[in-house]
């Protein structure tokens, strides 16, 4: 079966994708949550996590790729298994073609998007959007907010309704899969939605482009194009970390933009002060603007995201479920969507319903629950002083400068509520204090808490590492 060669001009999974509507992309979905039982993770990582697939006009169904190589793969390689899979879950099996959803011709495919009309709402993907390389499932309109992301919900929705005119650049931070790139896309869409030019790119993107701009004698092309976009987004610039070249036609073309009030958003997984071999004149830069992260989700934020895509699933999924899925910790939501996959996969596959018993079994070598770690206080004051830098002995001791006495507060607090410990025990094991003193320290914690919202943060992230270790 051929596949489809350059140059990519989408109509034909376009009109598919409209036509198909949510019930072939909820097919798809539970395609990919059985192959993910069946492959390796790191090939499902890439080959399979980034496609979307769609019955088409002529009974055929339709995988779209983000790149002919990927298209070529999973042809050779899984177009059996793929098959196989959709013939358990449809009941039919229908010829699977494969497509690349978007150009390589950058330039004109970006070009294009502008003579698009702008669509009324980012609900449905707009067909711009996958033209200039934006994933259409990715909006605001899917990604759920709470406490863990949203300082970088907020600045990203600044920035979209004003671009250029809020923080720039905005660079926006977290360790993997909590939803970074998902808010880039959601930026890019935004913008293309008002008319105007959007550039994603992924740092290996970026740096391909450039270095191939050098050998072809191109840059001026290549700043050309950058600088005519009202917006760059760029993914994953950890990427850039101790590539020279790149630093310096990145920063060129970043400085270029920025004069020119043009909005850059910057996605990383490490904190900009972290990036230690990232050019001290770039780091300046970055920090410049405002930079947001987004923390590993709390239960509530993983209970909204668990309940928003259960309901777009086509399984009927209890509540209960949801919230049995909730009280794990999840390092990322990807984690989170592969758990609910793997559910729907199941109960398809087995032909039940989708009850806490099957959940149980289908989710048995996941990550253990929260609650099954017990902690204790000393493991407690090592954490402590662990995140703050603090040590042990200065903890349990008597100094009284400002850092010591707050990761003692702090420490006492956790104690209190999170080992079930009494007062007078908690005292004894933190350096035998008096419990009037721990319980003073809880209710100093508690009330800084109620308007110091970083330290609300530390606390978070502190006991984040007393349930993981
Ligand atoms: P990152 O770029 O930080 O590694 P992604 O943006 O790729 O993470 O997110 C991983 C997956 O989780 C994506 O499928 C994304 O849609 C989903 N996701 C992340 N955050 C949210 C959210 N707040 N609401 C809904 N889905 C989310
Ligand atoms: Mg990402």
Redesign the pocket.
Known sequence: MPVARYPWVLPHPLRVTFMAGNRGHSVWHSVLGSLQLQVPRPSFDTWLKDTAGFPGEDGSFVVCTPSPFVAEMLERRMYCLIGDALEKITGARPEVRFTVAYSPDRKTVDDRAQNVQPADSDAEPPPRGRQARLNG??TFG?????KS?ELA?AASMAVAAGPGCTYNPLVIY????????????AIGHRILNQGRKVAYRTTEEFTNEYISAIREKSTDNFREFYRGADALLL??IQFIIGKEQTQEGFFHTFNALHMANRQVVI?S?RPVGSLTLLEDRMKSRLSGGLVVD?QA?DPE?RRA?LK??ADRSDADIPDEVVDYLADHEYS???D??GHLNRVTAFAQLLSQPVTLDLVQRATADLTPRRTATPVTAEHVIECVCGYFGIDVSAVMGRRRDRPTALARQVAMYLAKHDTGLGLTTIGKVMGGRDHSTVSYACSRIAERISHDSSLERDIANIRRSLTKS
């Open positions: 499932n990715f899917s990604f759920v907010v709470g992301n919900h977290s360790g993997v899969g909590l939803g970074k790139t998902h808010l880039l896309h993914d994953d996605a997984d987004i989700p934020t995201i928003t895509k990322s939501i990807r989170l969507d």
